[in-house]
């Protein structure tokens, strides 16, 4: 396999550079104003086109697992109370092994979706709804409740660790739109409108291999840039398996650029903290990129997120 050399290190962007980019991902993501977003791109002739990329019935995960026990990514864990354990049942008739869950939707260890009242950019939401439509008892438009009825589509995966030849991007490092391409080309597919684009950079596998580390100062993701690529393919939805923002930041006065183009400016739903170490591997020996892929998040009417489990059939 020919591999593509690390790029040179993009440039870092000023408060204008990217008040300007901002303004170009709007202009051109205009056809996603609406409360569901990008995902007006997953038309139900393009979700049953999806279909046809089931050949083996294989399904995968695309989800990390919760975790319940503190780390340098995750102060604030997963909590797990068993509610109804074996000892508090009579020996004989009936009873139920019962727990209760309570987490932060949005941090550095777990999967999730982000909806798009999740980012908060000079005051509004995507499409300018004002920002007070987020209430101290939820989100008042825009919440994830605009995914109830999944996200179906045909999905993608860009390995760039696998196009550069390494296990992984190290942190800081950033995903450029030549990588997007070069990605492309090497894995012979292509990224087309309505596709729920998955970019892998290798953070699950180098958090296994090497331990959890303070992922909020330190990870690989996109370059604000790349956001070009993905509003020149109209790309329905984003999922990375880092935070998909590079940290620090690359942007002026911005500490997640990626964020805010993707979320507020093109009205993309982020997946974040995937994992793609059960899947890449399959892509690999089968020789095929794109898969069907099925999302569920939960039906949080007045969430700006939820964890959730995508799951590739290919």
Not at 45 to 56: K, P
């Amino acid at each position: 396999m020919v591999t593509h050399a690390r790029p040179a290190e993009p440039p870092r962007l000023t408060e204008r550079e990217f008040d300007a980019l901002h303004r170009r991902m709007v202009a051109r993501s205009a056809w996603a104003k609406g409360s569901r977003g990008a995902l007006a791109a997953l038309t139900p002739a393009r979700v049953l086109a999806a279909t046809r990329e089931v050949r083996s019935g294989r399904t995968v995960t695309l989800a990390s697992p919760v975790e319940t026990r503190p780390g340098p990514d995750n102060p604030e864990p997963a909590r797990h109370r068993m509610k109804g354990r074996p000892e508090q049942h009579p020996s004989s008739g009936l009873g139920f092994a019962m727990d209760s869950f309570a987490m932060n939707v949005h941090g550095d260890a777990h999967s999730h979706l982000d909806a798009l009242c999740h980012v908060i950019y000079d005051g509004t939401l995507h499409g300018g709804v004002t920002a007070s439509s987020v209430t101290a008892n939820g989100a008042t438009a825009l919440s994830v409740e605009a995914a109830r009825d999944g996200i179906v589509g045909r999905g993608v995966l860009l390995d760039i660790p696998r196009l550069r030849g390494v296990p992984w991007l190290e942190p800081g490092d950033h995903v450029t739109v030549d990588d997007l391409t070069a990605a492309e080309t090497a894995q012979h597919v292509h990224v087309g409108e309505g596709d729920l684009l998955f970019v892998r950079v290798g953070h699950r596998r180098r958090r296994e291999e090497l331990g959890a580390w303070h992922a909020a100062d330190a990870r690989a993701g996109l370059h604000p840039c790349a956001l070009e690529f993905l509003g020149d393919r109209r790309v329905a939805v984003l999922g990375g398996d880092g935070n998909n923002d590079t940290a620090p930041s690359s942007t002026e006065g911005v500490d997640f650029p990626v964020h805010v183009l993707a979320v507020h400016a093109m009205g993309l739903h982020l997946l974040d903290y995937l994992q793609f170490e059960d899947l890449a591997p399959i892509c690999e020996a089968e020789r095929r990129w794109s898969f069907l892929c099925v999302i569920a998040p939960l039906r949080l009417p007045d969430a700006t997120g939820s964890p959730v489990n995508p799951i590739a059939v290919l």
